[in-house]
């Protein structure tokens, strides 16, 4: 059983930066992770994915300005969210694929606002 705690998420003003993370119980170096978020009265989405084989991928509406790491030693992994816009503000979710099986955190809101 994999388990995934969020945190990092808040209030912060338009222009800001966050670090959300995400600790699991473990990590393996195949796990394929990513971050994705809902607001409210929409579907969940993703924004950034880190597969287990080559490169990161993000959703167009955070290129260049979110950036997503891990540390397998740590068991960690951590969305970096700069230049952050009202349009952010949603419930984050961290998202762990193992051997075809997805395991979700319980989620961190981030809220952009002034």
């Known amino acids: 059983q994999v388990q995934l705690v969020e945190s990092g998420g808040g209030l912060v003003q338009p222009g800001g930066s966050l670090r959300l993370s995400c600790a699991a119980s473990r990590i393996f170096s195949l796990d394929a992770m990513g971050w994705y978020r809902q607001a409210p009265g929409k579907q969940r989405e993703l924004v950034a994915a880190m597969p287990s084989r080559g490169s990161t991928n993000y959703a167009d509406s955070v290129k260049g300005r979110f950036t997503i790491s891990r540390d397998n030693a740590k068991n960690t992994m951590y969305l970096q969210m700069n230049s952050l816009k009202p349009e952010d503000t949603a419930v984050y979710y961290c998202?762990?694929?193992?051997?075809?099986?997805?395991?979700w955190g319980q989620g961190t809101q981030v809220t952009v606002s002034s």
């Open positions: 998202n762990l694929r193992r051997l075809g099986n997805d395991y």
